[in-house]
Each structure stands twice: as structure tokens, then as C-alpha cells.
């Protein structure tokens, strides 16, 4: 069996649709439209093998009916959010098997983004895919959840290996980044990022996969109890006291409105 590779899909403003393929089937992440996929599928000449699908918002599973016209292939998604077309509902502990590529993935319940995020682990080829959970510099809007239930999220998250390549659904890392810096200027290794995540951007390649280890040393919303971060909030008046759930939620509060 051919070993696996990821693709980014590159689909609307700044999202990914991630394809994993051996050269001959492939599975397709957060498919929001179908024509990028279909276009991807027929470039490397693949043919699909499953639909992957982390929370309902319309840029993760929009192109979920088109490509089930073309391919009678299984749809997981999560058993907490009610999404046209999944036919394997999957909760916190549950394992999938994709055996046209030899995939194993285990599910992570990661609730905050929206009330019913999944998330999937290969642990033998140390991937992520998260979606709007946890993004390279940053995490994602508190849609449905409450900071609570994010920074619970997130520490599992964290808790992977530090190699464990992150492949998120947006190219939202400039941006974070620059907030980030905001949120924690004495940071030497988030400086060393920001520059290098810039050169990729002015050759116009992605920044992602990210991984545990660099997100567990440059962001913000992994770094919350760290007291020069906790300091920088109390001294703005973002944050009384030193509890690290308010810390999160202070900063996921100010980067809402962060330009
Ligand atoms: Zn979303």
C-alpha cells in the first residue's frame, strides 16, 4: 500500500478542504463546495473514499450532497450536530477506519467553536484535523460553546505529541499571528514564527500543517496561564485576577475585536 500524503484544497476566501490520498483513493476534509474537490480528485486521478466532516457550519460540509451524486461513499460526522448526508455519527473515544487507504483515526469530542466539534487523530502518522477548533496562532469563535468548554477542547489538543502535524481548516495565521504578538511581545520563538510564516505567505504557500509543539510555544489561546500574558491583561484591564478560564475568555474577547 502506497504511503499516505495530505493536500490542501485551497476553496472560498481562506479555507482548506483537506484531501489524504495513496495515489489511488483518497478521503476528502470539510468538502464546503464540491467543484474544488472534483477538480482535485481528477487532476491526481483519484477516486473517493470517504467524506470527513468536523461541525456543521455550511464552508465545512456545503459540497457534501454534490459529491455524494458522483461517489456512494460513508460521510462521518458528529453525532451532536444534525448534518444532511452523515452516515456514520461519531462521538468522543469512537475510531473510524477508512480502508481503501488503511486509515485508522480516533474522534476527540472538542466542543466550544460549535456545540458538537469533532476533531480526528491518525496517531500512526501523527496527524490532526480540527477544523474551527484550534487554528496555527490562534482558536476558534465561541459560536455555540463557552470558554469553559474551549479551553477544555484545546488542552486535548494540546496534549498530543508535539509533532503531531495540525491540519486546520483556515489560512487565518497572519492574522492570529499578529494578535498574538499583541497579546505577547516578549515571546522570541512567536517573532521567529511571525517572520517565517511571512515568507511563506509572499511565495504564496500555505502555512499550514502547523504542529502541537510550535502552537504550544507561540499561541496565545495555548499560553493563557503563562504570567506574561496574564500580566499583559491585568495591566490593560482585560483581566482581574489570575483565573485561567477568565484569561482565555479575555483573550478570545479581545481578539474579537482585534484589527
Ligand atoms: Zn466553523
Redo the contacts with the bound molecule.
Sequence with gaps: MSPLSVLPIPAFNDNYFWLIHNHHHAAIVDPGEAAPVLAALEAHRLSLAAIVL????C??VGGVADLLQTFNVPVFGPHEENIAGVSTALQDGDQIHIDELNLTMSVLSVPG??RG?IAYVAHDQHWLFC??TLFAGGC??L?EGTPEQMVHSLSKLASLPDDTEIYC?HEYTLSNLRFALAADPDNLALHERFTAEQAKREKGLPTLPSTVGMEKATNPFLRYRESQIMRGLQANGRLQGDNPVASFAALREWKNGFQ
Excluded at 468536523?54 to 457550519?57: A, E, L, P, V
Design positions: 468536523t461541525h456543521h457550519h464552508d465545512h467553536h460549535t466539534h477544523g474551527d476558534g469563535r459560536f481548516a
